[in-house]
């Protein structure tokens, strides 16, 4: 990491809004708190909990953008602007392969509209604002220290994420603001390597905004992206410089139905050998949509062992959206 990152890290200052091409105000007045109960026997509800609470972006009158796992399962949910009005509010859809949700108010929201730039244009380097809801006292200054491939162990994996340091406290559903006052992104994850180089440098890791244009009118219209669902195995995995393991399992998901086990070490999918997490879940998707069988080549306590699991659509064992 060069010596200007580590001072921008070290800084951490909340913005001032001088020297900046927009209303910094303006800007932040668009990003309300997001709010959610979910219930205590939702299939997430052991992972994420019942009680959520983030961010997330006026993008459309009525209209807020936000990470997903804030609002999956939720049965009650509400929009909080910047001046701490209340606004009941309902899920309109949670896309699994970005990761981004839509909730929609069910009454007047009193926040301005953002609107997306261009994350593509983005690059390492580029000073941006990272925003929570509350306006300047929730927001930071920081840089944009990596774009690269991102894989979560959940089954999930972005071509390219953007990587932001120092990190947002309040990161979940939080605004990537860009040089011209335009959302870039929104905030996923905390994590300890963001820099491009590998070092440790505590940041964010942002889901880019021009994954959610091509998917929002489908979301409004019908809850869900317009594409086939990915076939789901159910499996929580561990990447290491030598081996894939099978850290966790869904609760009644496919491969605890067929026989995977916690500890399991994965070889091959489909009979090719795999690199990483990322190449498998990429190996996994590519034989088809959800329901399409999947071999898998696994090493349990030193013997090799192929099974063969029937995928899901993980979206059938969640609980549908609450109007309520």
Known sequence: MTEEYEWEIAAGARPDGTG????????????????????DDAFTAGILGTERAGSGVVIRDGIVLTIGYLITEAEATWIVSGDGAATPAHVVGYDHETGFGLVQALGP??????????????AVGDRVIVGACGGR????????????????????VLDEAIFTAPAHPDWGGAA????????????????????ESGDDAEGNMIVPIGLAEPIIDDMLRTGRAGRPA???????TADSPDQILVVGLA???PSSRAGVRAGDEILEVAGVPILNVASMFRSVWALGVAGVEVPLTLRRHG???????????????FKSPSLH
């Open 230 to 236: 990915r076939p789901w195995l159910g499996l929580y």
């Open 20 to 39: 900046l091409a927009f209303d910094l105000d303006h800007a932040l007045a668009s990003i309300v708190s997001v709010k959610t109960r979910i219930p």
């Open 137 to 156: 006292p929730h927001a930071l200054q920081a840089r944009i220290v990596g774009k690269r491939e991102f894989a979560g162990s959940w089954e999930y």
């Open 176 to 195: 990537l603001i860009g040089g011209d006052g335009r959302v870039i992104g929104i905030g996923s994850l905390f994590v300890q390597h963001s820099a």
């Open 303 to 317: 013997e090799r062992i192929a099974i063969t699991v029937r995928s899901g659509n993980r979206t059938e064992l």
């Open 251 to 253: 609760r009644a998901g």
């Open 109 to 122: 929201l009193e926040a301005p509209v953002m609107e997306f730039g261009d994350s593509d244009r983005a």
